[in-house]
C-alpha cells in the first residue's frame, strides 16, 4: 500500500506539472464561492452525469414529465450510480408581458421544478440560445442575457445547455455571443455549469476548429448525435463521434471538457455490441454522460450498462483527462480501429481496442505502448473479470463494432509514464494528414461525401487526404507550439495539374490565408511548399478548404519547425 500510495502522489504531482487540477470527484463550489472559483478552480472537476429529455421527447416534454422521469431515476438506481443533473431541453420557454423569461404552459413553475429535483437530490438543467430564437423556435436569449441569467439563479439552475441555432457571421462572433452569457452567469454567484454548442445552424466544424475553455465549462464537439452506430450525413453515428472526438484529448481537462453528445443507450438503435462501445468510449473519452432514454421503461441490459461502476469510473476519474489515441489505422468507409490511453488518478491506466469496422478484427496493445515498463494485472471494464495478471501486452479478438476496455494495474510503473504520455514538446514536428489521433475530414470519413483518406503509395504514410474544397475541409487538431508566433510550415502535397490548385487554410477557425500550390503533372509524386502560420502557445487546428472554387491539392503531412 505504501508503494501504491506514494506513485498516485507522484502521478498526482505529475499532473499539478501539467497544468491539470486534481480535485474530488464531482466537487464543485458553493454558490457563495463562485467569484472566487472562478480563479481558484474550475466549475467541474469532472464531466456531468444525467439525463436530458429531447431525444425521447422533444418538445413533447412537460413538468410533470419530468418530475417523473426523476421518480423513475431514483427507482431504477440511476441517481445512485451518479446521474445528478436531470436537464430540460428546448420548447419549455415563453416571455411575459415585461419581457422576462417563464416557462410555458408546458411548464407553470420552474422554480416549483427545480426545488422537485433538488428534494430528490438531483441538479436541475435548462436549455436556452444565444439568438433571438432557439433550435425549435422559441424565446432565445438575445439582448435578454443578464436577466436570463438571473431567472436561472433565482429558480435553482445548476446546468445551462447554450445551443447556437442561428448561423454565426464569424467565429469571434460566436465567441463574443457565449462569453455575454458566461459572464452573466458568473455575475449571479450561483455556480451555473456552462455547456455550449457551437456547431449548430451553418457553423458545422465550428466545435473542432478552436478550444472553446474560454467561454464554457465544456463544449459540443461535433453535431448532433443520432440513435444509428453510422451517418452518411446529419445526424452523427456512434463511428462519426468517436473518429472526430478522439481527435481532441488535448484540450480536456477540469473545467473544459469534450462533449461527444448525449448517450443513446437504451434508445434501440444500437445493437448490444454497439452500446457496449458508445457508453465505453463516452467514458474513455471523458465526455459528460447524459443519458436520454426513458428511465421508466430501458430494458435491463441498457440499464446495466449505464450504471456499469467501472466504466463510470472512468469517466469520473479525478484526472479529468481524456484517453489518447497511441495506435490504430485510419477510419475509412466504416473500417480501421484505433488503441487508446487514459491515465488514472491512482496511477492505473485504462486501455481500449476500438473497432470500428464491419467484421471482427484481431487488436493488441501493450503497456509498453505508454512507457510502463515490467508487467501488470488487466481487468476488464465490462465484466470486472481478470483477464490476465502479470502480463505486459493483451491480444484479444474484438467483434465488429465492438470495443475491448482494460484498467490495468501495473505496481512498478514509475510516474514519468504519464508525463511522458501527455506532456507536449517544442521540437519540430511532422503531423500526417490521415493520423487517427489528429485528424478529421468533414462531410464524414467515408468515400461517398466530403473529403476523404486514401491510398497513397508515394505519401510518407501510405496515405493522403483528398477532395478538399467547397464544405469539404481537413481539420488538424492538437498542433503544438510553445511559444506563440509565425512559423514556417512545410506542407507535402500531391498536385497532377498542370496548373497551381489553391487552399484556405485558417488556424484556429480564423487566421484565413489563400494559399497557391503548383502543380507538377504528375498525380505519382509528392511536393512541398511553405506556408507561414501564425500559432497560439499551446495547441492548434490547422484546417485547410477550398472557398475559391475547385479542389485544393491532396494533403500528405505538414512539418512545423521548434516552436521552443
Known sequence: MATRTSRSSRLRRAAVAAGVLVAGVGAIPAAGAAASAATAAPLLQVPPMGWNAWNSYGCSATQSLIESVADSMVANGMRDAGYRYVNVDDCWMTRDANGNLTGNSNYPDMKGLGDYLHARGFKFGVYESPGA???????????HEVADANTFASWGVDYLKYDYCESASSLSAQVADFAKMRAALQATGRPIVFSINPNSGSNTGAGVSRDWSDVSDQARSTEDIGDQWWGQSWPNGVANIVSENATLAWRAKPGSFNDADMLEVGNGGLSTTEEQTHFAMWAMMASPLIASANPSSINATSLALLENPRLIALDQDALGLQARVIGGSRLVNSSGSLILAKPLSNGDVALALYNGSDSAQTLSTSL?????????????????????????????????????VYRVTAPSAPASWYSSLIDPTAAAQS??????????????????????FASCPVCSGGEKVSWIGGTNKLYLNGIYAQNAGTYPVTVQYLNGDGGARYASIWTNGENLQKVSFPGNGNWNSTQTATVELTLNAGYNTITFGNEYGGWAPDLDMISVPATG
Open 368 to 404: 509498453a505502448a505508454v512507457g510502463i515498463p515490467g508487467t501488470g494485472t488487466w481487468t476488464d471494464q465490462f465484466t470486472g473479470t481478470v483477464v490476465q495478471s502479470g502480463a505486459a501486452a493483451i491480444t484479444t479478438q474484438v467483434p465488429a463494432h465492438g470495443t475491448a
Open 133 to 143: 430564437k432557439t433550435c425549435a423556435g422559441y424565446s432565445g436569449s438575445a439582448g
Open 431 to 452: 503531423y500526417q494528414a490521415e493520423d487517427p489521433a489528429h485528424s478529421i475530414v468533414a462531410g464524414r470519413w467515408t468515400g461517398n461525401s466530403g473529403a476523404v
